[in-house]
């Protein structure tokens, strides 16, 4: 053999060991990426049957709630309906009566507060306190226009 296909040959056989090397490379990867399919395909099939799961329990409980709101409905038509009251004109002095009889002593005097609607109807004496206003602040520095009197005002 000549010398250049014997180094021909070599080259090839190199070339060959590399790809075979690169080829064993590649299939672990595969067999890598496999696994990793095989784990995510159970956790989208366990997230399937936990999503069946709370769609059946979703419509579990919209039941269970379209029968309350039924029942308050229907509770509150008889509370606060027409006929009710029409028919039971003063339940509110039936419960006026139960606390007086239960609570007599515990009943609070309401108690004049100390607020300016509130002075006159305490009697309190009040005292008139003028208040003068210099010339110079009779007018208004920013328009130019003359102050006038509002109000009195007791505190």
């Given at each position: ?113 100390n607020h300016k609607k509130h002075i006159h109807f305490q009697n309190l ?31």
């Amino acid at each position: 053999m000549p010398k250049s296909s014997s180094q021909e040959l070599a080259r090839l056989r190199k070339e060959n060991e590399e790809q075979r090397v690169l080829l064993a490379a590649l299939q672990s990867q595969m067999e890598k990426s496999n696994q990793i399919i095989a784990g995510l395909a159970e956790q989208l099939k366990e997230s399937l049957d936990g999503n069946a799961e709370l769609r059946a329990l979703l419509i579990d409980l919209q039941a269970k709630l379209d029968k309350l709101l039924a029942q308050k409905k229907k509770r509150d038509r008889n509370d606060y309906g027409s006929k009710n009251e029409r028919h039971n004109p003063k339940p509110a002095v039936a419960l006026e009566a139960v606390v007086q009889t239960i609570l007599p002593d515990q009943l609070k005097v309401p108690v004049n507060r100390n607020h300016k609607k509130h002075i006159h109807f305490q009697n309190l004496p009040t005292e008139s306190v003028p208040h003068q206003v210099g010339p110079d602040d009779l007018i208004c520095p920013e328009c130019a226009v003359e102050t006038t009197f509002v109000r009195n005002e007791v505190t």
